[in-house]
């Protein structure tokens, strides 16, 4: 004798469905929460642009450890009677109208004029501000978040490519995976045009009768070691500044450097493990489908 059970109808009303299964409690909520902080992060956006905020993203390393190469720079406007040495303003000059400077304040003059300097700068720079030429004060720099907005252009084309690519492909195996190989070569791709993990610049090079003394600085987000051929070796962390004395110069009269990740094995290890994730997130697609019942 065959039995069948029954589905109370209230049981499947209180559950929303989504592609033809039944949305879980847990998935109910973190949508939720991802709702709340897009509002929130909406909200925040607007009371900061409608007092007058302006971002930047920090292009150059001036500004050393302080604002390293990829700080997203929030700014409020500001009046500059109420500034200090010491404090970090964010200005335009006449001399370059198209270029936005955050430098420190080293100097206040009777009148109130500002002068200015990067962190790492060896001269103060070549002007003094007034009001009009000052656009705020940082209320927030956020290291290596600007990476992420400089990266946008090259990570919306690359999605809205992939997604167009796929679509044809009617297999939903197929299709997540190249999906997410997709993802995962347009963030190489990115990576390789904006260089945001290791970036060493020269700042100076001094020669001496025993060799070139090199200042150099890091602008990229891993720690990283630079060699010097036939010298000594710095390890330095996003916009540190480090010297190294080179004895070997080539036959050029030139005098090279490279420059290596450094991590401690934990770091090792967790990059590895980020490495990895859209081949655990294939794997995962593929075991999900071939379990899924019928």
Not at 166 to 187: E, K, M, N, Q
Not at 211 to 231: C, K, L, N, Q, Y
Not at 246 to 254: C, D, V
């Amino acid at each position: 004798m065959s039995q069948t059970a029954a589905i109370p109808l209230s049981g499947m009303l209180d559950r929303p469905v989504l592609r033809g299964r039944t949305v879980t409690r847990s998935e109910s909520v973190l949508a939720w929460l991802l709702a709340l902080v897009a509002a929130l992060l909406l909200t925040a956006a607007i009371l900061f642009l409608s007092a007058g905020g302006r971002w930047f993203v920090v292009e150059t390393p001036s500004m050393g450890e302080a604002a390293p190469v990829g700080t997203l720079v929030l700014d409020l406007p500001v009046d500059v009677t109420t500034l200090h040495v010491g404090e970090i303003v964010s200005f335009e000059t006449a001399a370059n109208p198209d270029v936005v400077y955050t430098h420190r304040i080293v100097a206040i003059d009777a009148d109130g004029g500002l002068h200015t300097r990067g962190d790492v700068n060896g001269a103060v720079d070549p002007w003094t501000l007034s009001q009009a030429d000052v656009i705020g004060t940082p209320a927030l720099l956020v290291p290596h978040l600007g990476w992420l907005f400089r990266a946008a252009p090259i990570l919306l084309i690359g999605t809205l490519l992939i997604l167009t690519l796929t679509s044809a492909f009617t297999d939903r195996v197929t299709r997540t995976c190249l999906r997410i190989a997709g993802s995962a070569l347009t963030v190489s791709y990115a990576a390789f045009v904006l260089k945001p993990f290791v970036n060493v610049t020269t700042i100076t090079n001094t020669s001496s009768p025993t060799g070139v003394e090199a200042t150099v600085i890091s602008s990229g987000i891993f720690p990283v070691r630079v060699d010097a051929h036939g010298g000594n070796t710095v390890h330095l962390v996003d916009g540190e500044v480090g010297r190294v004395v080179i004895h070997e110069l080539t036959r050029n009269g030139h005098y090279q450097l490279t420059s290596n990740i450094d991590l401690d094995p934990l770091g090792w290890v967790a990059l590895i493990a980020l490495c990895l994730v859209p081949l655990v997130a294939c794997l995962a697609v593929g075991r999900v489908e071939a379990v899924r019942p019928s």
